[in-house]
């Protein structure tokens, strides 16, 4: 553990290593969701974050571990799809794939510019790391296809019936918002209660999800990944 102090605050972040498997309990997050840094991309590691609410991003190469309050999440029973949605799912414009090009899905989200960040957090380690996770068949990938070129979709983490959705892209109009739905849709199908989206975005509200409570979270989590 370290103790960080500036002028205006002194605050305690948990230190992790290489060495030992273990995370600091969500409460000791700070009021931005950040947990600790440190520690590695181990499989065993990124299954003991999940299960415990925490994911991981990157700066400077180096692991920081979150678990922000409160959480941004979907439950499936409450995904909107909106009339122009509706249209674009009707024409049938795009093919909705499952898994079959995972390393393209990441590389993709690696590589696409975001509005406001400089930079990505997928860096080669994590790419490396959630492509082992795919091998284990803990990370999936949803796709958009069109006329056979891969054109949109998203990547996360299945554990028991909660999905963790980490990140997504589009080169074409829709085609993310088409892969995310058609993916919600076939995991309500099969069971999943909950869809962590981990922070706010005004895309994904456009889509149903919204805030909920840090410990209600951590409640269904500790109950369906099992």
């Not at 979907?74 to 009339?83: D, Q």
């Amino acid at each position: 553990m370290v103790l960080f102090s500036s002028l205006f605050c002194s605050v305690q972040l948990h230190i992790l290593n290489s060495n030992e498997l273990w995370f600091p309990p969500a409460t000791d997050a700070l009021e931005d969701g950040l947990l600790a840094i440190g520690g590695d991309l181990s499989v065993d590691r990124l299954l003991l974050a999940y299960r415990n609410g925490i994911f991981p991003w990157y700066d400077d190469d180096v692991p920081m571990w979150w678990c922000p309050d409160p959480r941004f999440v979907l439950y499936p029973e409450e995904l909107k799809v909106s009339k122009s949605m509706k249209q674009v799912l009707k024409r049938e414009g795009f093919e909705f794939r499952i898994n079959t090009a995972f390393d393209k899905v990441i590389a993709n989200c690696k590589a696409v510019a975001r509005e406001g960040q400089d930079g990505t957090w997928i860096t080669d380690d994590v790419e490396e790391a959630y492509s082992t996770m795919h091998q284990l068949s803990y990370a999936h990938s949803a796709e958009a296809w069109q006329d056979g070129e891969l054109v949109g979709g998203l990547y996360g983490i299945r554990l028991g019936n909660i999905f963790f959705g980490e990140s997504m892209f589009s080169h074409v109009s829709n085609a993310s918002k088409f892969a995310f739905i058609k993916y919600v849709e076939m995991l309500k199908e099969d069971g999943v209660v909950l869809i962590d989206c981990q922070v706010y975005t005004e895309h994904l509200e456009s889509l149903g999800a919204r805030m909920t409570p840090r410990n209600d979270f951590l409640d269904m989590l500790a109950i369906h990944t099992i």
